[in-house]
């Protein structure tokens, strides 16, 4: 008898379905020589400081540093807010887990194709104490295909080792920066609870940098002149290349253009451009395709995406890659046509030669453990609108990369009148290429796209206007001018896209020029966590959703000026950690080594932190309105009673908004807010309302 370990239950009953183990238990399936169980995601988890013995936030016992790790059932936060207790659930699938390796002779690890899965089974085995031989099932699919390919080629555990050592390098590194730095800032900040991470909180300071930049932007205005043209029927406009502060200086410029009423053409410049067509998703440039487009979270792009994944309508979504395999090629085709059967697709698959697909995704060094985003030969159906949004992506996305480049002519002109320089740009299709796919050819390919520039260079876009044949010498007529008033532009504020693309490539924004260089294709995070972490934050009360931007909150606007200039929030830092893991996984460095380094910069940044002066917040001193006897413990989420028999308990963040110590002070004094704005309703409905308190002392609205 083998034993399977998937790491969700849908994926476990595809398995067993094909494998004709259709016995249904308590926990696991059987037959036909197997038992396929399943994890619950992360079962098993490191253990807290109080699992060690250290209990509440001690300056005397930091930097903690567990040996070994211990590990323990998945655990949870009690009821009463006080300390965690093992996850119900977790134990019995750990139990049911434990039941049937001990029925078996091997195992076949099931979980998901990647550090995090190849984490989840290795916990839960070492939790186990277990012993027993296993194999690994790599797949990038779940169709049945796919499925039967990865059991004939089954891999010994040993193969990957170094993916594990990867995995538990970065999950006690996280513990070690997350553990020590919050716990020192809580006890700097006088026990006021910070939480602070390895990658969290650099992504913090990327976020609250922008903001600030933003908001100590000093907007300046400036003149440009515009000049309308005709010629061959065509309209066509020039703008000066030189911007005026001065706008008298930028008026008397102009009468003098009207008066000379002809520009000269100056140089002509016409180029023939390609476009390559664009490489498949990765996790990373579908989550920013899809934000941008969409409007949706990474988050909610990744679970929809998983959610396509587990019903095997595309292949592993958690992927940093962009290409396919040689081996894989041959299979394309096959896609296109199942595409082919869609009326939707028809007049994109059109466009396409086949027999001569552009190869360009094809690329064996640019795979890592899988390979860009496919649609499967599984025909979608029953999706909701998100999830066939998101289908609709990779689908068009794999056929524009089939496609060619896109050729175009780009004309760029420069005019004079009297020594003023004026410039026209455009440009015309000459094969659409890719583009045809969509019928989109006025945007740009977003592959190089760079949306952290500050904006501005104000320099004509370029317009797909066919422009009439001009050469060297000739004259054109001003028929009308104006003058244009422009005001330089703020950084941008970050998007979910954005914000993406920064920590993909937080190496780029490093100021050293050498260390740049050494890290400039790593980020922050990963494709499999950034989504992840940008959830954290905004659980943390850290940033908040302001329209499209991430912007931070008051907290978290604190937590960056405490810390900005401290390690714990060097991006650099970060990415150079992620190279290490990288390191690791393919044996070039021993997790030992990274363990030691890592346990010597948690020491930099427990002092660091410790030695911290922070001025504390005024708060009053309120008494409880139930017990009318203690004064209340005010924190930044909660304001409690300390007598557990009384017990009264308000937590400061309602309908989205916190609760400011002055409405708190309004509130327990004269029992009524002032106007609170912009809450939000569970339907997503923002309101105003005022806060009182009933006679059982329960927060109620009152609406003006």
Known sequence: MKAIIAEKPSVAREIAQLLNANQRKDGYLEGNGYCITWALGHLVSLGMPEDHGIRGFDKASLPIFPDPFL?????????????YQPDPSALKQLKTIRNVIDRCDSIIVATDAGREGELIFRYIYDYLKCTKPFERLWISSLTEKAIQGGFKKLQPGSAFEGLYQAAKSRSEADWLVGINATQALSIAANQDVYSLGRVQTPTLALICKRFEDHHNFTQKKYWQIQLKHRKEYLDFTSRSTEQWEDKKQAEQILRSIEREGRATVENVSIQTVKEPSPLLFDLTELQKEANRKLGLSADEVLQTAQ????????????????????????????????????????????????????????????????????????????????????????????????????????????????????????????????????GILSEHNDNNKNND?????????????????????????ISQTELQEKTTQPPKLYSEADLLSAMENAGRSIEDKEAQKAISNIGIGTPATRASIIETLLSRNYINRKSKALVPTEKGLKVYHLVKEQKIANVQMTAEWEMALDKIEKGELSSKQFINDIQHYTVEITNELLSLHIPQENIPELKCPKCQQHHLIIKDKIVK?????????????????????????????????SLIKNMKSKNGKKFDAYLTLDDKVNLIFKFS
């Open 453 to 477: 520039s500050t904006s501005n260079n104000h320099n004509v876009e370029e317009t797909l206007i066919d422009l009439p044949e001009m050469k060297i010498g000739d004259e054109l007529k």
């Open 71 to 83: 590990l323990i059932p998945r655990p949870i936060k009690k009821q009463n807010h006080k300390g």
């Open 307 to 438: 959610a396509l994944y587990e019903k095997r309508f595309i292949t592993y979504p958690r992927t940093g890659s962009k290409y396919i395999p040689e081996d894989l090629w041959a299979e394309i085709p096959e896609l296109v046509r199942i595409l082919n059967t869609v009326d939707q697709f028809k007049p994109a698959i059109s466009t396409l030669k086949f027999g001569n697909f552009n190869k360009r995704i094809v690329n064996d060094l640019k795979v890592t453990d899988h390979h860009g985003l496919l649609i499967t030969t599984k025909i979608p159906s029953a999706l909701t609108a998100t999830e066939k949004a998101i289908y609709d992506m990779i689908a068009y996305r794999l056929l524009e990369s089939l496609s060619e480049h896109c050729s175009k002519q780009v004309s760029h002109i420069t005019l004079k009148v009297h020594h003023y320089e004026f410039n026209i740009k455009g440009s015309k299709i000459l094969t659409k290429g890719w583009r045809a796919i969509k």
């Open 641 to 673: 009673c300390p007598d557990e028999q009384c017990n009264w308990i308000l937590f400061r963040t309602i309908c989205g908004v916190q609760l400011s110590i002055k409405d708190l002070t309004l509130l327990l004094t004269q029992n009524k807010t």
